[in-house]
């Protein structure tokens, strides 16, 4: 089959994010979700579109409401084509608060990532070196290796290293934030709001090893870094480590930051009602079947989980 029949067309990748900007920034009424749903299931092109672009939902909530909404929809009033404007958000990308995410799910070339992942994916991998690597949802890195230096370099998202111990050259991951250093370390990075988070399960790991002030973090600590380079323990309602084994768990986690977690490994739009957000969850959820766990909370909470379409879901009270 022709890979113009695999994929959707440029223009269906344009109709999607005008969908998200409507979406993301407009108050949604009963005529824009009939019409989204009327195109969503007018070709099935459309909805793979759509699954392309809504991963940049959460990236775009980070942006000032007035900078994101210009970039995308600036064309009618700027007479940017919307070609150009995938050029924008791609510069966007990056330099700015986006990060890499939008290279992936807007079809555009993967740049420099040696190995990633996309919505709702997890993979494992095995470095020359022997070192065990994992990556989490919409995740992206880099490996190098020579004669003298391991290199990973996370380009987005999360992942986990559990480095060869045995293999004696110094290795380096390097972050938006800086460097770290290990050689037998196991531990996870994950890009989060409000900086980097960093977990280490064995070994030693240096945080800013090029630093005047260099951390050493040990083996059971998890560090919240932020963007100026400050750092506290980190006090999370769920294990970091949860997705290497492929679940989510959580410990009275706000429902609202729960359906956060979620909608990381879910493509489309998954919002949670002000009225229930305060509601707490527990318990360790397989995340190959995100559908269930949805039901699930359902049944364990005073919540109502309405689906328009598997990319459209709302959670409000009972």
Known sequence: MPSSERAPAQAQVDQAIEWLVKLRFDTPNPVTERQFQQWLAGHPHNAMAWQRVSGLSDELAGLPSALSRRTLEGSERQRISRRDQLRLLAVLAVGGSLGWAAREPLGLPAMMADSSTGTGERRQLQGSDGSRIQLNTASAIDLRYSAELRELTLVRGEVSLDSNASDNRPFRINTRLGVLGTRNGQLLLRENDQGLLLAV??????????????????????????????????????????????????????????????????????????????????????????????????????????????????????
């Not at 030693?204 to 050493?216: A, H, K, N």
């Not at 380079?229 to 294990?239: E, V």
């Not at 959580?250 to 739009?269: C, T």
């Open 201 to 318: 399960r064995r070994g030693d790991v240096t945080l800013f090893p090029y630093s005047p002030s260099p951390r050493q973090v040990q083996a059971g600590e998890t560090l919240q870094v932020s963007t100026n380079h400050d750092y506290q323990l980190a006090s999370l309602h769920s294990d970091p480590w949860g997705w290497t084994e492929g679940v989510l768990s959580v410990q009275q986690m706000p429902l609202g930051e729960f359906v956060a977690e979620l909608a990381r490994y879910r493509p489309g739009l998954l919002r949670c009602s002000p009225q229930v957000a305060g509601l707490k969850v527990s318990g360790t959820y397989q995340l190959s079947d995100t559908e269930r766990i949805l039901h699930l909370l359902a049944r364990s909470l005073p919540v109502r989980i309405d689906s328009r379409t598997r990319y459209w879901v709302s959670i409000s009270a009972a």
